[in-house]
């Protein structure tokens, strides 16, 4: 090569390449299923035993899931519907057609259903400021606090004297409480709220009562708790459980890291004893026991009862989820609320439980979408949640022989509600996250 032409010759260049398009096989649905599914022959390989046994599963079952014979009157009419299509397999989900009613709500009279759906579209309103506090306002906070005494006077129906002598209570408790803080420890103080408050319960307010119920006569058609079941029934204990076990279960794991000797062996003892005792066998108390107890010719609901007994058991997991959550805290987060001169109160709400709390949203979402299912035990004593009824509508002669399609059903209905929570659980981790 000559010195000329050397000279001519750019070993730098002085213009932009034109830009391109990405490789097809790199991005997309292309691209992904190339770096996921067929990165390898080993993945290859899998992948393709996959789709064929995918493909295997929805041939065997798509045929029996959309079986069309949802307008099917028994049984027998669903395979009589079966055998004119030329088809032997199919599900029967007349089943569903007739007496999805009676999944929902059990035995709540027909003409009263326009007040659980009532009941449950205010749930979604009362939750609302709780769970998406940017986008609701928070005045609506004041009807959440109401909504518990709403929702018993919409079920159950009777007089509205009885909901509000309820709240009542709870207002002379904070009353009491806030008055004899000023004068006594904060622990006496609150059990002087507690015990004002349950002297309302049980001796003021069941007297005045019926007094004002004839003077101002606004009631609902009453509805008795036998008369509750299904998919009403496993809702209205989940719900109370899990709004009441997550205040109750931060108040034990604060008693149980209490430096007062009587009111950490309260909060162990019974965290342990509830931890160590099948639910069942607190629903059998509940059930036939604790009737024994109580004094003769005493009334207590059987599904209040149950739903008790439900949330102290959810309190005692919730305890050591959030217990978990204050370990994890390092001791700096302690020393620089005692640094900013706060008290023990102050430093649990402002600082140390607010934190505590976002470390265990996945033990505590957990631990609520468990207790949502444990709601189904309540059939081993009776009582018709959505397994009690299927087995009663089993029984009936017309379905005899249904499994599959109310169980299905009844899954899904599971599905979407414990799905949901996990879903929000996600949202909420992602919302509050703050470390990179």
């Not at 004119?84 to 009613?101: H, N, S, T, Y």
């Not at 609150?190 to 001796?203: E, K, M």
């Not at 008290?343 to 996945?362: C, E, F, G, H, T």
């Not at 929570?421 to 990179?436: A, D, F, I, P, V």
């Amino acid at each position: 090569m000559s010195d000329t032409h050397a000279e001519t010759v750019a070993f730098v260049r002085d213009t932009m390449l034109p830009e391109k398009a990405p490789p097809a096989a790199h991005i997309g649905v292309v691209g992904w299923a190339r770096i996921n599914l067929f990165s390898g022959w080993m993945n290859t390989v899998l992948t393709i035993i996959s789709l064929l046994f995918v493909g295997f599963v929805l041939y065997e079952i798509l045929p029996w899931l959309i079986s069309p014979t949802w307008d099917g009157a028994s049984l027998t009419n669903c395979r009589e519907i079966l055998a004119a299509l030329g088809d032997d397999r199919g599900a029967c989900w007349g089943v569903i057609r007739e007496r999805w009613p009676q999944l929902m709500f059990g035995f709540y009279p027909a003409e009263l259903y326009w007040r659980p759906v009532l009941t449950f579209v205010l749930l979604l309103v009362a939750v609302s400021p709780v769970l998406f506090a940017d986008y609701v306002p928070s005045k609506i906070l004041w009807f959440s606090m109401l909504y518990p005494f709403i929702a018993v006077w919409l079920l159950w129906g009777g007089t509205i004297w009885g909901p509000i002598s309820a709240l009542f209570g709870f207002v002379i408790g904070f009353v009491v409480f806030r008055i004899a803080v000023r004068f006594i420890i904060p622990p006496l103080a609150l059990t002087v709220g507690v015990l004002a408050a349950v002297l309302w319960w049980s001796v003021l307010g069941p007297a005045f009562v019926p007094d004002l119920a004839r003077l101002v006569p606004v009631a609902l058609a009453p509805v008795q708790s036998r008369e509750f079941g299904g998919f009403l029934l496993s809702i209205t204990i989940g719900v109370t459980a899990i709004m009441a076990s997550l205040p109750i279960g931060i108040v034990l794991a604060l008693g149980r890291q209490s430096d007062l000797p009587l009111v950490k062996s309260i909060c162990v003892g019974f965290i342990e004893f509830i931890r160590g005792v099948p639910l069942i066998t607190l629903l059998f108390v509940a059930s036939v026991l604790l009737n024994i107890f109580l004094p003769p010719g005493t009334t207590f609901d059987i599904i209040l009862r149950v739903m008790i007994m439900v949330t102290l058991f959810a309190s005692a997991y919730m305890a050591e989820v959030i217990r978990g959550g204050l370990a994890a805290l390092p001791k700096g987060q302690y020393e620089g609320a005692d640094s900013l001169g706060l008290d023990y109160w102050q430093a649990q709400r402002l600082i140390i439980m607010p934190q505590a709390l976002k470390i265990s949203i996945p033990g505590i979402v957990s631990t609520f979408i468990g207790v949502f299912k444990d709601t189904t035990l309540v059939s081993i004593i009776s009582m018709f949640d959505p397994i009690g009824l299927s087995n009663a509508i089993r029984a009936d002669t017309a379905w005899n022989g249904i499994y599959w399609e109310l169980f299905i059903f009844i899954g899904a209905i599971f599905f979407i509600f414990c799905f949901s929570m996990s879903r929000y659980s996600m949202y909420l981790e992602r919302k509050l996250q703050t470390g990179h």
